[in-house]
């Protein structure tokens, strides 16, 4: 048997030697062979000429290093398919996870007959040292989530949000070929596409304090994860993309009513009666448009492209694009808004949300392609 250990990396210098050290005694004299395949996301503290250097003393390490592509998921399944292993297990680099626990996964994996086995936080065996207890609230709460938008054949599983599992890749490789890789997390998602149809079971993990480094939990991370939830219970009809374009879309209009309210008020102190709420209503609208506009393409920068995230002059140049992408839509966003108040209710509100639900479509394709690059 050959086993393919899958760590992938982003600036994990300090802990990546010490790691590949206690695998490579953990593992020695084991009935079965290894291999090590470091996934590195182009490093800027020197990890990929580290393991590159550790290659060269040890053949079982292998170094894939990812330029202009980014993202755990992504990285996660890269090294899966580039694995020539019969079995690959997927583990952090930051030292959290117990190189013990690997033998006990492989173990109960193959006397069972599985095709994955995760190892827990949560299992009533583990020990949990490195988690705040607002981050191990946190994850009991996504579990929850997670577990209630899963298929039932997963609901013994205590912990889907899991960085460490074991697999059996000759059975699940057209499984991990359709896995979402701007997931929240590789292993959610795996189980999502799966359909309930994988053969699973756990091992108690010790979680241990990070070693060195912070954590890459985030804004994007959180955000991820509702994104997750909602294409899960969605059926996975609807792209993940949209499904984010959309929540921040709410944002804008949420923006965009503030602003245009606000403007209106601004209006009326100035003029005081000398322009009427009609008048008004159609001053303030294009620039709340536009504000509402700018608000929606720095969110959706942040947050749904935040793989093709834009930054200094390019982010300049993509609100500029955003913009004129936008511009159409935006004249008929206020035309249609103007009309409807105009010819079918006096209601500022529903006359803008009628004008921002024509653009949607337009701004989400066209943009996601001319802004972002991204088909």
Same mark, same amino acid.
């Given at each position: 048997?050959?086993?393919?250990?899958?760590?992938?990396?982003?600036?994990?210098?300090?802990?990546?030697?010490?790691?590949?050290?206690?695998?490579?005694?953990?593992?020695?004299?084991?009935?079965?062979?290894?291999?090590?395949?470091?996934?590195?996301?182009?490093?800027?503290?020197?990890?990929?000429?580290? !393991?590159?250097? #550790?290659?060269?003393?040890? =053949?079982? @390490? $292998?170094?894939?290093?990812?330029? &202009?592509?980014?993202? +755990?998921?992504?990285?996660?399944?890269?090294?899966?398919?580039?694995?020539?292993?019969?079995?690959?297990?997927?583990?952090?680099?930051?030292?959290?996870?117990?190189?013990?626990?690997?033998?006990?996964?492989?173990?109960?994996?193959?006397?069972?007959?599985?095709?994955?086995?995760?190892?827990?936080?949560?299992?009533?065996?583990?020990?949990?040292?490195?988690?705040?207890?607002?981050?191990?609230?946190?994850?009991?709460?996504?579990?929850?989530?997670?577990?209630?938008?899963?298929?039932?054949?997963?609901?013994?599983?205590?912990?889907?949000?899991?960085?460490?599992? !074991?697999?059996? #890749?000759?059975?699940?490789? =057209?499984? @991990? $070929?359709?896995?979402?890789?701007? &997931?929240?997390?590789? +292993?959610?998602?795996?189980?999502?596409?799966?359909?309930?149809?994988?053969?699973?079971?756990?091992?108690?993990?010790?979680?241990?304090?990070?070693?060195?480094?912070?954590?890459?939990?985030?804004?994007?991370?959180?955000?991820?994860?509702?994104?997750?939830?909602?294409?899960?219970?969605?059926?996975?009809?609807?792209?993940?993309?949209?499904?984010?374009?959309?929540?921040?879309?709410?944002?804008?209009?949420?923006?965009?009513?503030?602003?245009?309210?606000?403007?209106?008020?601004?209006?009326?102190?100035?003029?005081?009666?000398?322009?009427?709420?009609?008048?008004?209503?159609?001053?303030?609208?294009?620039?709340?448009?536009?504000?509402?506009?700018?608000?929606?393409?720095?969110?959706?920068?942040?947050?749904?492209?935040?793989?093709?995230?834009?930054?200094?002059?390019?982010?300049?140049?993509?609100?500029?694009?955003?913009?004129?992408?936008?511009?159409?839509?935006?004249?008929?966003?206020?035309?249609?808004?103007?009309?409807?108040?105009?010819?079918?209710?006096?209601?500022?509100?529903?006359?803008?949300?009628?004008?921002?639900?024509?653009?949607?479509?337009?701004?989400?394709?066209?943009?996601?392609?001319?802004?972002?690059?991204?088909?």
């Amino acid at each position: 048997m050959r086993l393919s250990i899958v760590l992938p990396t982003w600036n994990e210098r300090d802990n990546i030697e010490p790691l590949l050290s206690q695998l490579m005694q953990q593992l020695a004299g084991q009935p079965f062979s290894i291999e090590i395949l470091v996934v590195d996301d182009d490093s800027a503290d020197g990890t990929a000429e580290l !393991v590159r250097e #550790l290659s060269q003393r040890h =053949p079982c @390490l $292998r170094l894939i290093r990812r330029v &202009g592509r980014s993202g +755990l998921a992504s990285a996660i399944k890269e090294g899966l398919l580039d694995a020539t292993g019969d079995l690959a297990l997927v583990m952090d680099s930051d030292g959290q996870h117990e190189p013990s626990a690997i033998l006990r996964a492989v173990r109960t994996l193959q006397e069972r007959q599985l095709d994955l086995v995760v190892g827990s936080r949560f299992h009533p065996e583990a020990e949990i040292r490195g988690l705040s207890g607002r981050r191990e609230q946190g994850s009991t709460w996504a579990n929850g989530a997670a577990r209630f938008s899963l298929p039932k054949a997963y609901a013994e599983l205590t912990d889907y949000m899991s960085g460490f599992f !074991v697999v059996r #890749l000759e059975s699940l490789l =057209p499984v @991990l $070929r359709a896995v979402d890789v701007n &997931g929240f997390k590789f +292993l959610y998602e795996l189980l999502a596409v799966s359909r309930g149809r994988l053969r699973v079971g756990e091992v108690p993990l010790i979680f241990q304090p990070r070693v060195s480094g912070s954590s890459k939990l985030d804004l994007a991370i959180f955000w991820d994860f509702l994104i997750s939830l909602l294409h899960s219970l969605s059926f996975r009809i609807l792209p993940r993309r949209a499904i984010s374009f959309a929540l921040v879309g709410c944002s804008g209009v949420l923006v965009q009513l503030i602003a245009t309210h606000l403007l209106m008020v601004g209006l009326a102190l100035s003029s005081g009666d000398a322009l009427t709420v009609r008048q008004r209503f159609e001053l303030a609208l294009p620039l709340a448009v536009v504000i509402a506009a700018s608000s929606n393409y720095l969110i959706n920068n942040a947050l749904t492209f935040r793989f093709q995230r834009l930054q200094g002059l390019a982010l300049v140049r993509g609100l500029l694009k955003f913009l004129l992408v936008a511009s159409l839509p935006a004249l008929a966003n206020v035309g249609l808004a103007a009309a409807f108040y105009s010819f079918v209710a006096s209601n500022t509100v529903w006359a803008q949300l009628a004008g921002i639900l024509v653009v949607f479509v337009w701004n989400y394709a066209a943009s996601s392609r001319f802004v972002w690059n991204t088909p």
